[in-house]
Every structure is written in C-alpha cells, then in structure tokens.
C-alpha cells in the first residue's frame, strides 16, 4: 500500500486527492488492477486559465489565486504524510509563454515541478482513472470512449483494458465562453442564437479533428468526467445539494441532457445561480460545457452518457504510485 497525492491543475479548477492504493506486484501501467482508497478529495475554482487564449499569457491575479490553494493543499498532504506527490498541468499552462513563473511558484510551495502533461498524456491518465473500477461490470460494456470536458480542453480516449486511441482538442467550457459569449469584457447573458451557432461550429470542428485519431461512434458506453458532466448530472437528478454518491456512475439520457443544455443557454447569470447544486465558479461556464456534453453526444449516437466522478485526478494518483514500478 502506498499512500500518495495527486493534484490536477487545470484551465478552471485545481483538485487535490490523497490516497492509499494498494498495487499488485504485477502492476504495470494502464491495465493493472488494483484498490484506491480516498483520505482526502478536495477542489478550488482558481480559473488559473483567465484570459489564456486572448493574451498567451497567465494572468497576474490567476497565478496568485492558483498559489494559495496550493498552500491549502501543500498543509493537507503534509498532514495527512503523503509518501509522493504527482502535480499535473493541463491545457493553460501548456499554451502561456509565462508558465515559467507557475513552474517557480508551485516548487517554492509543494517542492515538486510541475509535469506539463501533453493532450494525450491527460487522455490516458483520464481513461485510466474513469475505467478501473468498470472492468467486469456486466451492465457497462467495453470499448468505452472516456470524454473529459475540461476548461480550455476536452480529452478523447477510446479503449478497453487499455488505450486504443485518444486525442485532445482546444474545446473547453472556460475557452467556449471566452472566445464567443464575452462582449466588451461582460458575459452576454442569455447567449445570443448567433453566438450559439458559433460555439457549435467551434465544437463541430474539433470533433471533426478528434475523428482523423479517435473512431468515436466504435464505442459501447461514453463515460463522461469533469465539472460540467458532473453539474449536468447533478441538475438531471434533481439533487438539492452536491451529492458524490449519487452522480458517480449515474446514467443520464440524451434528452435529458438536450433539455438541460436548452434550459442552461436560455437562463441568466441569477438563475443559473440558482440552481442549487451550481457551483459559483461555473456559473459563467456550464452553458457552455454543457453545449460540448450534448453535441458530443449527438455525434456519437450515444443514448446515455455515463457520469464518473473518478476521472484524471485518480489516474494521476495511480501514475504516481506506479512510477517506480
């Protein structure tokens, strides 16, 4: 058993998961078995990727509200004696010309670099983290495709015991708002049809690049990760708070998700606020993100989506306690 952290800094969020994993001596990679047991899963909106995709750049602020959840979490791994910590970078901090300056900060506060992961690197440690716990089941059937929606990017991975085929597209819910839904600086709320149209157009030609790497329709289930699956599962259930139980492995039907999507794009700021299980720091983000789900969706013929609240933070945690395998 080794008990290990794991911290996923992405465009929007940054997660922190320790844990005991027990490895079986024969562990090797993507395909092994095995058993996590969570100590600690924990998660801040720092939307480290403010502004990415218009200037190159992290912004001043970002890099500041990114570094003090990093001392958060620098006292919980501490606390709890982590015996390594894996710290993953995603999509902001591979496009930003001054991600030296995150590097520094995050070594000065955790003591470790940070791996700015590639797109397919984030995809195989997503795929691994959703799919351990699916093998063998006889009502979730293999191939699966694993969709990671993130805040600058989404991950395709299509696979069984292990990866087939996985690629990463700029398609995010933080990116889709930057890029189409901002107005002199201001959210424009709802969406206007014309801006709609144009998010789709982006999202369609990303899954037409996805497709040249990734057979997407081969899949037998779609698994779906991140926070604005997550939200739109948590809407569809009707919870009245956030409740990790009920939407991990939930299924929920395209027209569901249609209706939700609809609902979310034609909904103001205070009422998307509204919604009880909505985090503040998606506010602004899930009508797009939740656009991405559906026309994922649609693209594949998929009926349902499978909703994983185990995703790329788990597979870090298994990267870092098969590392020296």
């Known amino acids: ?33 095995g058993e996590l047991k969570e100590l600690d899963r924990r998660m801040q909106i720092v939307r480290l990727g403010q502004g990415v995709d218009r200037t190159g750049r992290l912004a001043p602020e970002a890099l500041e509200r990114t570094f003090a959840a990093c001392r958060e ?34 070594v000065d506060i955790l003591g470790v670099e940070p791996e700015v992961i590639t797109g397919d690197q984030e995809a195989e440690f997503s795929f691994n983290g959703a799919t351990k716990e699916l093998a063998g089941r006889a009502d979730v059937q293999p191939p699966y495709l694993v969709v990671d929606i993130g805040g600058g990017s989404t991950e395709f991975v299509l696979g069984d015991g292990s990866v087939r085929a996985a690629r990463s597209v700029d ?9 189409h839904l901002l107005h002199d600086g201001q959210i424009t709320d709802p969406p206007t049809p014309a801006q709609i149209a144009a998010i789709k157009a982006d999202i369609a030609a990303a899954l037409d690049h996805a497709e040249e790497s990734v057979p997407l329709t081969q899949a037998h289930t779609l698994v779906g990760l991140a926070g604005s699956v997550t939200t739109v599962a948590a809407i569809a259930l009707g919870l009245d708070h956030y409740d990790w139980e009920a939407i991990h492995h939930a299924r929920i039907p395209l027209a569901r ?15 998307r606020a509204a919604i009880p299980v909505m985090h503040p720091g998606r506010v602004d983000v ?40």
């Open 1 to 33: 058993m080794k008990r290990v952290a794991a911290i996923d800094c992405g465009t929007n969020s940054i997660r922190l998961l320790v844990a005991d994993l027990t490895v079986p001596d024969s562990a090797s990679g993507a395909g092994s078995t």
């Open 171 to 179: 398609i995010g819910c933080v990116r889709m708002t930057e890029r």
């Open 257 to 271: 998700v249609r209706e939700i999507t609809d609902r979310l794009l034609t909904s103001t700021h205070a009422e």
């Open 73 to 106: 979490y620098a006292a919980v791994i501490k606390e709890l004696g982590a015996e390594r910590l894996s710290f993953v970078a995603t999509s902001a901090s591979r496009d930003a010309e001054n991600r030296d300056d995150f590097v520094r900060g995050v």
């Open 286 to 325: 899930i009508a797009a993100g939740a656009l991405v789900l559906l026309s994922i969706m649609e693209r594949v013929g998929a009926e349902e989506v499978v909703v994983s609240e185990h995703d790329i933070l788990d597979g870090i945690a298994w990267h870092a306690a098969l590392d020296d395998e």
